[in-house]
């Protein structure tokens, strides 16, 4: 399941050089992070987990079978447009899912910008 998280610009707004280049510097060696059309990817290192295995968990064995190959890449896109970022996680475990998130409050944080559902 995807997740979209929205930064929305109110009196400032990023260039998307200035949006790569924090993608860049928040990531350092963390990720891989690559511009595609209308949205950067960024390819975190090591694969999808689940904080509960060996807990007897009921979900554990459909999660080991949702975060199997091919779906056991972490990435984050981050769609720029005129007037927002969309942030998004698809099938992501809870690391990348917190990752993003803490983005999302990041660009908030700095560019005095709001959020929306």
Not at 68 to 90: G, H, Q, Y
Not at 98 to 105: I, K
Request: overall charge negative; some cysteine.
């Amino acid at each position: 399941m995807g997740l979209d998280r929205f930064v929305v610009w109110t009196d400032q707004q990023p260039t998307r050089e200035e949006i790569g280049k924090v993608l860049s510097n928040f990531f350092g060696g963390a990720a891989t992070v690559e511009w595609h059309n209308d949205r950067y990817m960024c390819q975190l290192h090591g694969v999808n987990t689940f904080p509960f295995n060996g807990l007897g968990n009921r979900a554990e064995a459909a999660n080991r079978e949702r975060y199997a190959p091919p779906f056991d890449v972490r990435f984050i896109e981050i769609v720029v447009s005129e007037d927002n970022l969309d942030i998004i996680t698809r099938m992501q475990d809870e690391y990348t899912n917190c990752v993003a998130q803490g983005l999302q409050d990041m660009f908030c944080r700095y560019w005095r910008a709001g959020t929306s559902l």
